[in-house]
């Protein structure tokens, strides 16, 4: 039971992770991809390995100093000549200490400055991208494997690459010193130690894959955790909290049997590493000592080998935890290309043409115009809208009525290019929008979307998103217009921090936040998606009332449920499977046609 149990949290961490197709198809040569980032530090990277190279040679070098004391001064019982060779043994250990400090501080300060270039960039990358794009990635997936592989490049960046190949340098030049001390002692050092990189390198990899499987159950956990705090009232009011900790008890312990497994992994590598050596050194130690016995090996040498030997070690050691951070740096780097790899289709034309001047106040907005727009999700085999022929004259307001599911929210995300229409043309003054820079449209079409997002950030900056520059004046107005005096009486009135890390909002303010965004500044096209359905029936009177003095002079489209809405509009255009089956007047269209009614029946009508 427990096991089944087990193995469906795994699937389902595949399932649910596009992102780890990414570590199968990935190869070394992904690595050279990051040059781009580390161009700019290559002074830095390439100091970096001189000196910690250099760093490791003279550490290396010291005992061989020792064996020229043991064999010299020492056996000679000779004290004055001792000096000149402990003060180069001195000046070594010296040198070796500076060079590991210098060391230090370029790898912390280039490899800080290649991860927040990274990052910089990456989250470029990801504003840049269509929403296409983040309708397919899981934002909290991409976010938090994101800030983990940057991490990981940074680890690998500034220490593990670096230690690669300085390690190497060392391992070779060791050899080379044991095998002229001695070269039979030496090659049987190199062939006996092998099986310690194997060891290392298994236990590494057992180890990586125990440490995930306990990161993904922490994550797991936390979930609950959240869930079960956010939805505190519907699991009491639904019974299930029984239930819920039956569940939380299983991957609790789950979570346990993992960090347990984790910690057996890491004693018998300990064990590896603490035992294994010793039998080699014992080794050396013995035929050492019978070399210097038949005078094949000096005592000075017998005792620079065995340093030099257990010099060995670490470096060894290590490579098989460098490779295996390697390995990780290569998936990182991988997931990390599939976003900037991914093809931004919604671009600036190469020639933008420019909207004509905006006209002066007071003037209509401008004209907006479908003309046989389809638009299908990638994908998807049936068209979400298709054959939309809708003209909207300067300063016009058009509702958009239609069922839930009939492609409201797609034709109006068509408008500011969220997602490219798949056949067809919108024209904004006769201009094709893909004609316009993108900036100049967004300008130009205001959006309050269905589900009004704020950022963290003061009230004030959040209606001036697109508008940063606006003017205190314009502000109020915009605060007016949608009936959003609640933030006056806020604890810091405009400047009080709202969103994810401030005061929370109820929906109806956070959708009057929404209005007071998209109507800041009088767009020459104002598009809302039902903007105000979370309001009751006063506030939504009284936010029309605001919106009609802005409608007045602009060019909008507004998808609307209640009649109270529609009413804003000249004409009301009925969407139905992707379709505009009707467009006229409210009035007309109440007469005329059934499904128009049957839409709109739920709400009184006041006309
Ligand atoms: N990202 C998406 N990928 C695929 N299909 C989608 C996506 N978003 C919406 N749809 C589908 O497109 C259709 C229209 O959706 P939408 O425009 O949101 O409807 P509404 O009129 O209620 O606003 C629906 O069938 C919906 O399931
Ligand atoms: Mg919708």
Not at 285 to 309: C, D, K, M, N, P
Not at 431 to 460: G, H, Q, W
């Amino acid at each position: 039971m427990a096991d089944e149990a087990s193995i469906e949290t795994e699937s389902s961490h595949e399932s649910r992770d596009p992102l780890v197709a990414a570590d199968n198809e990935a190869s070394m040569r992904v690595l050279l991809r990051l040059w781009p980032w580390l161009r700019p530090y290559r002074g830095y990277l390439i100091f970096m390995l001189v000196v910690a190279t250099a760093a490791m040679i003279v550490q290396s070098i010291v005992p061989l100093v020792t064996a020229r004391l043991i064999d010299g001064p020492i056996a000679r019982h000779d004290t004055a000549g001792m000096y000149p060779l402990v003060g180069v043994a001195l000046l070594f250990g010296v040198a070796e200490a500076l060079l590991f400090a210098i060391r230090r501080r370029a790898m912390t300060f280039s490899a800080l400055a290649i991860e927040s270039d990274l990052r910089r960039d990456f989250y470029e990358g990801l504003q840049r991208l269509p929403v296409s794009f983040h309708d397919r990635w899981p934002s909290g997936q991409l976010l938090s494997r994101v800030t983990a592989d940057l991490s990981t490049l940074r680890r690998f960046v500034g220490f593990m690459a670096v230690f690669f190949v300085a390690n190497i340098v060392v391992i070779v030049v060791i050899l080379a010193m044991l095998v002229r001390l001695h070269p039979v002692l030496g090659l049987s050092v190199l062939v006996a130690m092998l099986p310690l990189v194997v060891g290392a390198r298994y236990y590494e990899r057992r180890y990586n894959a125990e440490a995930r499987r306990a990161q993904d159950l922490n994550g797991d956990l936390a979930t609950s955790v959240e869930e079960s705090v956010l939805g505190i009232r519907v699991i009491k009011s639904f019974g299930r909290r029984a239930e819920l900790l039956r569940t939380f008890t299983g991957d609790s312990d789950r979570l346990r049997r993992a960090e347990l497994s984790k910690n057996t992994t890491l004693a018998q590598f300990w064990t590896l590493i603490g035992t294994y050596p010793q039998l080699i050194l014992a080794g050396v130690t013995f035929f050492g000592i019978v070399a210097v016995s038949r005078h094949s090996l000096s005592t000075g040498e017998l005792v620079a080998f065995i340093t030099l030997q257990l010099r060995l070690n670490w470096p060894l050691m290590s490579m098989g935890w460098l490779m295996a951070g390697t390995e990780e740096a290569v998936a990182a780097t991988a997931r990390l290309f599939e976003v900037f790899d991914s093809v931004n289709d919604i671009t600036d034309p190469a020639e933008p043409v420019a909207l004509p001047t905006a006209l002066p106040t007071g003037q209509p907005g401008a004209r907006l115009s479908f003309e046989g727009v389809a638009f299908r999700f990638p994908g998807a085999t049936v068209d979400t809208l298709s054959h939309v022929d809708l003209d909207i004259e300067p300063g016009e307001t058009m509702a958009l009525v239609g069922a839930t599911g009939a492609g409201k929210t797609v034709l109006t995300s068509l408008v500011s290019r969220l997602h490219d229409v798949t056949a067809g043309v919108i024209r904004i003054d006769g201009r094709p929008i893909t004609e316009l820079a993108l900036d100049e449209l967004r300008a130009c079409v205001s959006v309050a979307f269905e589900d009004p997002t704020l950022f963290s950030a003061s009230v004030r900056e959040n209606i001036a998103l697109g508008r940063p520059a606006a003017a205190d004046a314009e502000i109020a107005e915009a605060i007016e217009i949608a009936q959003a005096g609640f933030v006056y009486d806020l604890p810091y009135g405009v400047h009080t921090r709202v969103g994810e890390q401030g005061l929370s909002l109820s929906g109806g303010q956070r959708q009057r936040l929404a209005v007071a965004r998209a109507v800041l500044g009088r767009p020459r096209i104002l598009v809302l998606d039902d903007p105000l359905s979370a309001l009751d029936v006063h506030t939504e009177a009284q936010v029309e009332q605001g919106l009609r003095r802005v409608l007045v002079t602009t060019t909008a489209l507004i998808v609307a449920h209640r009649a109270s809405t529609v009413l804003l509009a000249d004409r009301v255009a009925l969407l139905d499977g992707g379709r505009i089956v009707a467009v006229g007047r409210h009035r007309d269209l109440l007469a005329s046609n059934r499904l128009y009614r049957e839409l709109l029946s739920q709400a009184p009508a006041v006309a």
